[in-house]
């Protein structure tokens, strides 16, 4: 009796903890409700998100868009907890935007590799190329990602690949997503990065995430991304 009622309680926290990892995160509950109803595009929504504490202003707000083909969430830094589109949201500092998340109905436009970039070596699974000249911009490929670093000097876009590669192969390159087609870019330095991440799915719906902060920050949240009606 004793062992059955373990049991039971094992499977209880497991179920528990099992649907609170595929809550949507809690400023965009609210959203989640309604934003469904407002489009045709399947409406992908993180389930994980960190907190950027080191910031001054520490909470995430959203401003939301919904049309017929398409959807698109504002991720800002504020310095108190809002409500989604709240009337303070409107036309925020440049330094307040730390990401986006968007989805319409379309086609991806593939990148392709400079044609005056020069093979430099593979790595993880991935061909790397370099401007020849200025040797600080990458182009690799990998499955169906391309991907595009460009450091801000020396020797960052190479540690802008560490990370990403580093990143992806915890995610597992993201296989568990739907992705026909993907590309990522990433600017800046790895530890306050702007990192870019687009795909295309099989039945021709486009996502895009951008987010200003750690890399591996942005691939967790990619990688959290889950369907929600």
């Known amino acids: 009796m004793k062992k059955l009622v373990l049991v039971t309680l094992i499977?209880?926290?497991?179920?528990?903890?099992?649907?609170?990892?595929?809550?949507?995160?809690?400023f965009l509950r609210s959203t989640a409700n309604g934003l469904?109803?407002?489009?045709?595009?399947?409406?992908?929504?993180p389930t994980y998100w960190k907190e950027?504490?080191?910031?001054?202003?520490?909470?995430?707000?959203?401003?939301?868009k919904a049309y017929e083909n398409g959807y698109a969430i504002y991720f800002l830094s504020m310095d108190k907890p809002y409500r989604a589109n709240d009337p303070a949201l409107f036309h925020?500092?440049?330094s307040s935007k730390i990401g986006e998340l968007?989805?319409?109905?379309?086609?991806?436009?593939?990148?392709?590799?400079?044609?005056?970039?020069?093979?430099?070596?593979?790595?993880?699974?991935?061909?790397?190329?370099?401007?020849?000249?200025?040797?600080?911009?990458?182009?690799?490929?990998?499955?169906?990602?391309?991907?595009?670093?460009?450091g801000?000097?020396?020797?960052?876009?190479?540690?802008?690949?560490?990370?990403?590669?580093?990143?992806?192969?915890?995610?597992?390159?993201?296989?568990?997503k739907v992705i026909h087609e993907g590309h990522i870019a990433i600017l800046g330095t790895r530890r306050e990065a702007y990192t870019s991440i687009s795909w295309e799915t099989t039945n021709e719906f486009v996502y895009h995430f951008s987010y200003k902060g750690p890399i591996k920050e942005a691939v967790k949240i990619v990688q959290s991304l889950e369907y929600v009606e």
């Open 52 to 64: 950027q504490t080191k910031r001054p202003k520490k909470h995430t707000a959203v401003k939301v």
């Open 11 to 26: 499977s209880i926290v497991l179920l528990t903890a099992f649907s609170k990892s595929n809550e949507v995160v809690p």
């Open 152 to 176: 801000d000097k020396g020797d960052e876009p190479y540690q802008q690949a560490d990370e990403l590669f580093k990143a992806m192969k915890n995610a597992d390159w993201l296989k568990g």
């Open 36 to 45: 469904p109803e407002n489009t045709n595009v399947p409406v992908l929504l």
């Open 92 to 94: 925020p500092k440049e």
């Open 102 to 150: 968007s989805g319409f109905v379309g086609t991806m436009t593939s990148g392709e590799k400079p044609s005056d970039f020069v093979f430099y070596k593979k790595k993880n699974g991935a061909k790397l190329w370099i401007q020849p000249w200025v040797r600080s911009i990458i182009y690799a490929k990998r499955g169906p990602w391309t991907m595009f670093f460009d």
